[in-house]
C-alpha cells in the first residue's frame, strides 16, 4: 500500500509541474475520449491487451493523489432507461490492479474529462500488495460496481472499509457516459468488461436500418445514410453485402465513413463498377460472407433484404433557386439557396460572382458558403460592404468572377451567368410569439399571445391549415389531441415577418382500452391486458364478479359457470395526471361448458326446446364446417358457423322425420390439434 501510495503521489507531482503536458499518444483507436469504444449492454467486451501508452492526468475530485490516463483505454455509451448501472472489470491476469472512472459527459466535450472534475460520476483507484516485499503483484482484479457494496469512490490502499467495489450509480436515460479503464499494473495482459446487475439499459432499443441514399453526380458511387451509428468492422470492403437493381450495375467496393478516427459510423459509400443512367433503382443490403448485414454497436443488424430508393438525375447546369429572405430590415447580408450542392473553390471570395441593383448603390466585399468537409456548399452567403439602410427594392444577378467562372456545382456544371432573384429591405418586426395551454378533459385551449412591437398592426395566424385569425392574442379550442402546428404573420405597414411553423404537443388524450379473455369455461381463468392511451395514474376494474382491482394489468379472474351461458360485463375506468376519468365495457362469456357435442335427436316443433340441430358449446372451436345429409346422402345443411343451426328444413318446406347423417370438423383453440367427427341425430315431430 505505501509503495503504490508512493507511486501515485510521484505521478501527481510530475503531472502538476506541468499540467498541460501531455506524454506521447499512441495512435490505437480507444486510448482516448474522443476514440472511446462503443459499449453494449448485451455481451462482455474482452480487451485482449494493454498498450504502454501514456496519458495526461484525468479531473477527478475525492482523492487526494492524481489520476493518470497512462495505460487506460476508454469506453463510451448511452444511457436508454434510468436506474442502477452495475459493471465488473476482470483482468485475464488476476493480479493486475486496474483503476477506473465513470464521467457524465452528456453535452460535453469528450476531452473536459481531462479539466471538469464535476463531470465524475463514480471513482475506484483501489489497491494494495499481496506480497510481503516490494515487487509483488498488486490485488485489484476483479473491480467495479455492483450490488451490496457502498460508496461512490474509493482512493488507494487498503484503509478500512476499502474495497474493489463501489456502489451501482444511478445514471439517466438520454445521457452519454465515458468509462476510463486504466492498468496500473507493468502488465501488457488485457480484462473483461461486462454490465449487468443493476436496473439501467445502455442497450439501444432503436432497430438498425439504411435511412436514405444519395447518388454521385456521374452515377458510379452512392452514399447510404444509416439511422444510428454501426459498426465499422461489420462492413464487407468489396460491397458484396449490396445490390442496385435494376441490375445495370454492381457495387465493387464499400467504405464505411469517418472510420480512420471512430469504431462506429452512420453512413457508408458504395462504389459501382460501372455508371448509372439517371432513372430510380433499389438498393438491396444482404447478409454478407461475414454471416452480418451492417450491425450496431448491441449487434443487431439491418434486416436482410431490406431496400431503399436512390435517384441518378441528369446533369445540367444548376440554377439560383431562391434567396432566403433577409432577417432584417438593414441587412449587411442575403443567402442564396441552391438545389444541389456548389463547390467552395468556385466561388470567388471577393464577391465578384454577383452583383446587386436597385434602389440603393450596394457593394458585394465577400461570398462564400457553408462548406462541408468535401468541400460543397448548398448555400452561398454574399456579404456587404455596409448595411442597406432604407427601404427599397434590389435584385442580385450571377456574373462571371475575378475566378474567371460563375460558380459550379457539385457535378462540375457551370452555373448560366445573367440569372438573378429579387429581394427587398424593410424596418425590422419579429413575428414570434407565446402561448400557455390550458388543459382540459375534453377539449384544450391554447392562448396564443403576440407581444405587437414596433408598430405591427397586422396579425394573420394559421393554425393548422384549417383555421385562421386576425386577433393579436387569440384562444383556440382543440377537440382533438396530437401534435397541433400554429404560424403568424405580422406587419407594420412596411416591415413584414413569418415566424417557423410551431408545434404543440397536446398529449392528455384519455381513452380506456383493454383486452379479455372472450369466453371462459368451466374451470378457466379470464385475464386482462391494459392498454388504454394516455398519461394514466390510477385504473379501477370491476370484473362483474364482485372483484375489484387498482392494478394496470389485474390478476385473472374466476367466474361461476351456470346451465346457461351469461354475458358478464366488465368495467375499466382510468384516470390521467389531470384527474381526467375514462371508461370502457366488455362482455366475458362465462360458458356452462365447452364441451363440444351434436345431439342425437332434436324436434323442431317451435316450442323453444331441442327445436335446432347443432354442434352444442363450440366457444373453443375454430376452421369450424358442420354438415347435414339424408338417407340419400344429399347434402341438406352446411354452415361454418357454429351459431347458424339447421332448423330442421330443406328448399324452405319441414324435412321428413328420419334419421339424418351428420359431419364436424374444427380445429381446438387451446391445442391447435383437428378434430373430426361424424354420427347420426333423429329429427321428430
Not at 224 to 251: D, H, Q, W, Y
Not at 339 to 354: E, L, Q, T, V
Not at 531 to 553: A, R, V
Not at 642 to 661: E, I, L, N
Amino acid at each position: 500500500m505505501l509503495m503504490r501510495s508512493i507511486v501515485k503521489l510521484l505521478i501527481f507531482f510530475i503531472f502538476t509541474l506541468s499540467a498541460t503536458k501531455i506524454v506521447a499518444q499512441c495512435s490505437t483507436l480507444g486510448l482516448t475520449p474522443a476514440t472511446a469504444i462503443p459499449v453494449c449492454g448485451t455481451s462482455v467486451f474482452r480487451q485482449d491487451k494493454v498498450f504502454d501508452c501514456g496519458g495526461q492526468n484525468v479531473a477527478h475530485r475525492d482523492c487526494p493523489i492524481g489520476v493518470t490516463s497512462d495505460r487506460s483505454f476508454w469506453y463510451k455509451f448511452r444511457c436508454f432507461q434510468s436506474g442502477t448501472l452495475g459493471f465488473l472489470i476482470s483482468g485475464l491476469n488476476s493480479s493486475d490492479d486496474y483503476d477506473w472512472i465513470l464521467y457524465d459527459v452528456t453535452g460535453k466535450n469528450p476531452n473536459d474529462v481531462f479539466f471538469d472534475a464535476s463531470l465524475q460520476v463514480s471513482l475506484n483507484i483501489y489497491g494494495t500488495f499481496v506480497g510481503t516485499s516490494g515487487g509483488a503483484p498488486f490485488n485489484n482484479s476483479p473491480t467495479g460496481c455492483k450490488a451490496g457494496a457502498s460508496g461512490d469512490f474509493h482512493c488507494e490502499g487498503d484503509a478500512s472499509g476499502n474495497t474493489p467495489f463501489n456502489r451501482m450509480p444511478t445514471i439517466t436515460i438520454g445521457h452519454d457516459y465515458l468509462l476510463m479503464v486504466a492498468n496500473f499494473t507493468n502488465s501488457f495482459v488485457g480484462y473483461d468488461l461486462a454490465f449487468g446487475g443493476g436496473t439501467a439499459s445502455i442497450t439501444d432499443p432503436k432497430d438498425p436500418h439504411m435511412e436514405s441514399a444519395r447518388a454521385a453526380c456521374d452515377g458510379t458511387q452512392t452514399t447510404i445514410k444509416l439511422n444510428k451509428r454501426m459498426k465499422c468492422s461489420s462492413l464487407m470492403t468489396n460491397g458484396s453485402e449490396f445490390t442496385i437493381n435494376p441490375p445495370l450495375a454492381n457495387v465493387i467496393a464499400a467504405e464505411a465513413i469517418g472510420c480512420t478516427s471512430s469504431f462506429d459510423m452512420d453512413s457508408l459509400l458504395l462504389t459501382l463498377d460501372a455508371p448509372l443512367p439517371p432513372g430510380t433503382y433499389n438498393i438491396t443490403i444482404h447478409t454478407g460472407a461475414d454471416g452480418n448485414t451492417v450491425i450496431d454497436n448491441c449487434d443487431k443488424g439491418v434486416p436482410n433484404g431490406e431496400t431503399i430508393p436512390v435517384t441518378i438525375f441528369p446533369q445540367f447546369p444548376t440554377p439560383m433557386d431562391s434567396l432566403t429572405k433577409p432577417i432584417r430590415c438593414a441587412p449587411d447580408s442575403i443567402q442564396l439557396v441552391f438545389k444541389k450542392r456548389m463547390r467552395c473553390n468556385s466561388i470567388a471570395a471577393d464577391g465578384s460572382d454577383f452583383v446587386i441593383t436597385g434602389t440603393n448603390p450596394v457593394t458585394v466585399i465577400n461570398a462564400h458558403g457553408v462548406c462541408n468537409a468535401e468541400g460543397l456548399s448548398d448555400v452561398i452567403i454574399i456579404k456587404f460592404a455596409a448595411p442597406i439602410q432604407t427601404k427599397g427594392n434590389y435584385i442580385v444577378t450571377l456574373v462571371t468572377g475575378t475566378d474567371g467562372n460563375t460558380i459550379i456545382d457539385e457535378c462540375g456544371k457551370e452555373s448560366v451567368p445573367g440569372q438573378f432573384l429579387p429581394f427587398s429591405t424593410k424596418d425590422t418586426v419579429n413575428a414570434d410569439f407565446a402561448y400557455n395551454i390550458k388543459w382540459g378533459c375534453k377539449r384544450d385551449t391554447i392562448d396564443y399571445v403576440h407581444d405587437g412591437r414596433n408598430e405591427v398592426n397586422y396579425w394573420k395566424w394559421n393554425f393548422d391549415d384549417l383555421r385562421s385569425s386576425s386577433l393579436q392574442s387569440p384562444s383556440i379550442l382543440y377537440a382533438t389531441y396530437g401534435t397541433k402546428t400554429a404560424q403568424l404573420i405580422v406587419s407594420n405597414g412596411v416591415c413584414r415577418d413569418t415566424s417557423s411553423k410551431f408545434f404543440i404537443l397536446l398529449d392528455n388524450e384519455l381513452k380506456a382500452k383493454f383486452e379479455a379473455t372472450a369466453v371462459v369455461c368451466p374451470g378457466e381463468l379470464a385475464s386482462f391486458k391494459e392498454s388504454s392511451i394516455g398519461h394514466i395514474t390510477n385504473w379501477y376494474w370491476d370484473f362483474g364478479n364482485s372483484h375489484i382491482s387498482n392494478l394496470q394489468n389485474p390478476p385473472a379472474q374466476t367466474y361461476l359457470p351456470s346451465r346457461i351461458a351469461t354475458d358478464v360485463l366488465v368495467k375499466l375506468i382510468v384516470t390521467n395526471n389531470f384527474g381526467c376519468k375514462d371508461s370502457t365495457y366488455q362482455k366475458v362469456k362465462v360458458a356452462g361448458s365447452c364441451y363440444i357435442a351434436v345431439p342425437n335427436a332434436f324436434t323442431p316443433n317451435n316450442d323453444g326446446l331441442n327445436d335446432y340441430l347443432y354442434p352444442l358449446n363450440a366457444y373453443k372451436a375454430t376452421n369450424l364446417l358442420f354438415r347435414v345429409y339424408n338417407r340419400f346422402g344429399q347434402l341438406i345443411f352446411e354452415t361454418k358457423d357454429w351459431t347458424k343451426r339447421w332448423d330442421g328444413t330443406f328448399k324452405g318446406q319441414g324435412a321428413d322425420p328420419a334419421t339424418y347423417v351428420w359431419t364436424l370438423t374444427y380445429t381446438n383453440i387451446d391445442t391447435g390439434k383437428k378434430i373430426e367427427q361424424k354420427g347420426t341425430s333423429v329429427l321428430i315431430r
